[in-house]
Antibody, heavy 126, light 109 residues
């Protein structure tokens, strides 16, 4: 069974750095057809993609948040870590990690997020 | 950066009715990189459709996806009580970044 579980602080102060960990099971972070993404959702608002990392260590970041984000992985621990610097109250949100699956056939490659963690809620307040 | 615009914002329908949700991209999107998700209150999103029209594992056949280029549609043929939720489209772009639409809420009329 594939699962992902987010962990991290519930409350951070403005200007602090947030560190979130996604612990995966049921698949390996070294699998060439898989990656892990971070997504967040402010209360009552839409989903916002933050970053992803693939088995070959390829990383990508949201254009608007790129300067504040760092994603990394520890394959031996089955963990993906996201750090976000200079936290602000507008960063209050539920943060999800999700598995990215790559599928391909003769004609096409398909990318999608097929398994999600339950999310962890982070509040930014002094 | 590609922007996905979903319409309508809210769809008020009765169980048994057909739901048609739209997702329009600001520029052409590869169909193989277009997905739809369902999210219920207090839950994580669930993958429904990938590749614009392929149902994910375990998704009932009342859910179908279609479209190409800049216009994509999610159709729920006959709404069941458990289908009332928020639906998001998502695309994976050539810049290797992902974008979500702002969501369509399907509510009970």
């Amino acid at each position: 069974q594939v699962t992902l579980k987010e962990s991290g602080p519930v409350l951070v102060k403005p200007t602090e750095t947030l560190t979130l960990t996604c612990t995966v099971s049921g698949f390996s972070l070294s699998n060439a057809r898989m990656g892990v993404s971070w997504i967040r959702q402010p209360p009552g608002k839409a989903l916002e993609w933050l970053a992803h990392i693939f088995s070959n260590d390829e990383k990508s970041y949201s254009t608007s948040l790129k300067s504040r984000l760092t994603i990394s992985k520890d394959t031996s621990k089955s963990q993906v870590v996201l750090t976000m610097t200079n936290m602000d109250p507008v960063d209050t949100a539920t943060y999800y990690c999700a598995r990215i699956s790559l599928q391909y056939d003769i004609l096409y490659y398909y990318y999608y997020m097929d398994v999600w963690g339950k999310g962890t809620t982070v509040t930014v307040s002094s | 950066e590609i922007v996905l615009t979903q319409s309508p914002g809210t769809l008020s329908l009765s169980p048994g009715e057909r739901a048609t949700l739209s997702c329009r991209a600001s520029q052409s999107v590869s169909s193989s990189y277009l997905a739809w998700y369902q999210q219920k209150p207090g839950q994580a999103p669930r993958l429904l459709i990938y590749g614009a029209s392929s149902r994910a594992t375990g998704i009932p056949d009342r859910f179908s996806g279609s479209g190409s280029g800049t216009d994509f549609t999610l159709t729920i043929s006959r709404l069941e009580p458990e289908d009332f939720a928020v639906y998001y489209c998502q695309q994976y772009g050539s810049s290797r970044t992902w974008t979500f639409g702002q969501g369509t809420k399907v509510e009970i009329k």
